[in-house]
């Protein structure tokens, strides 16, 4: 099948040999046939050799590389990619592990496929696109999904009204392309918790903190805890299991609130261990007192863009210099930004002017980032994303 062909500018192709997946507007010097947005091109260097083909869209990211060959995009080409990441992720012990049934299938550029994201709870997978090219192959991508999982999959539910770029106006409504079970209860380390595909941030629930909320278990015993923005409460029953004397968790969201009441009562029924707050997080970190010793700041995303980005790294300063004044001698503070555009050390510098601040003595524990079904391609360090720190303050 022939594609419509971008031509780039001179020189412009060295990120591409290094097998960069993005391709700026900036780039392109011209068109062959004018694409439609989403639609697969093929782009070649100003002397007329192939390097790549990928999605066009408008915007500063004009081609999102799907292949760095000449082949054609088909029911088979979908197959092979979904396969090799369901290889990944059965390899890394995930996929049919009977007390883990939640993980990250498809990681945008980390597997690949940018623009998509497919996130697996028991028998749902639950796809977004953050392209307009993944949502214009969404019915592609499903039964593609449907073949290479067989029986491990029932439901496919694709949640992409948020986001979609704006401006492309696909007037996408969320809704399940196959199935349509109502049953949301997955499994994490042998926790169970609700999840809420339909209204809930990202997919439902944060898979990206599994391997973070596993080590938190390891030291909660004998500690009162404080999980900031719980949303789910996924950090809240690790710590419970984990022995802690009390938890509590707060969230601006009275809805999150009641998610996270729910997922404790599912594996901790009636035990008083644990409160929940809807509050702010800055008003609860003034009012309480030093009763916590071991805090987790896991705050939503400060900077979307990079503009944003010094707004963010005061937000990150405040909020860490309140929990370094307010925890207990001895006590552990995890925490994190899940912000692109807020690099390892741009957080680093944050949390220890924070600690500078407070003018106690801190140690790192233990550097986080995210989990291994969440991939990031060597050649596209955008990827990493999450960052996070495990302190122990003197």
């Not at 690949?112 to 090219?133: E, F």
């Not at 595909?197 to 990206?208: I, N, P, S």
């Not at 801190?362 to 391609?377: C, E, F, G, K």
Request: glycine content about 8%; aromatic content about 12%; overall charge neutral.
């Amino acid at each position: 099948m022939a594609y419509k062909k971008v031509y780039l500018k001179s020189g412009k192709e060295e990120s591409l040999k290094r097998f960069h997946p993005w391709i700026f507007s900036g780039a392109i010097s011209r068109f062959e046939g004018e694409p439609e947005e989403g639609e697969i091109v093929d782009v070649y260097t100003s002397k007329k050799e192939f390097i790549a083909l990928g999605h066009f869209q408008v915007g500063s990211i004009a081609v999102r590389v799907l292949s760095f060959k000449q082949e054609e995009v088909n029911h088979d080409f979908w197959v092979k990619k979904l396969e090799v990441a369901y290889d990944l992720r059965k390899g890394i012990g995930l996929a049919g592990n009977p007390t883990n049934n939640t993980y990250r299938l498809v990681h945008g550029e980390g597997d690949n496929l940018p623009g998509l994201i497919i996130d697996v709870y028991a028998k749902t997978a639950v796809m977004q696109a953050h392209s307009v090219g993944m949502h214009v192959y969404r019915m592609e991508v499903a039964s593609a999904l449907s073949q290479v999982m067989g029986d491990a999959i029932e439901n496919i539910y694709y949640k992409s009204e948020t986001t979609l770029p704006f401006k492309a106006d696909l007037g996408q409504e969320n809704g399940f392309i196959k199935g349509g079970s109502s049953d949301n209860i997955a499994q994490e380390y042998g926790l169970k918790f609700h999840v809420d595909w339909l209204k809930g941030q990202k997919t439902g629930f944060f898979v990206d903190q599994r391997e973070n909320r596993s080590l938190l278990e390891r030291y909660a015993k004998d500690r009162s805890v404080l999980n900031m923005f719980c949303y789910t409460g996924g950090f809240s029953f690790y710590a419970m299991r984990g022995g802690a004397n009390l938890v509590h968790s707060v969230d601006s969201s009275a809805k999150a609130i009641d998610l996270t009441n729910k997922n404790v009562e599912l594996n901790f029924p009636g035990d008083a261990r644990h409160t929940a707050y809807a509050e702010d997080a800055f008003k609860y970190l003034d009012r309480m007192g030093d009763q916590y010793d071991l805090i987790i700041l896991d705050p939503p995303a400060f900077a979307k863009h990079r503009a944003a980005l010094h707004n963010a790294l005061q937000g990150y300063k405040k909020l860490n210099a309140k929990a370094f004044e307010k925890i207990k001698p001895g006590g552990i503070l995890f925490t994190f930004s899940c912000s692109q555009v807020v690099t390892k050390d741009n957080f680093r510098t944050a949390v220890f002017t924070a600690a500078a601040m407070s003018g106690r003595s801190v140690r790192i524990l233990h550097q986080l980032t995210q989990p291994a079904d969440h991939p990031v391609n060597i050649y596209h360090p955008e990827g990493e994303y999450l960052k996070g720190l495990v302190l122990y303050v003197e």
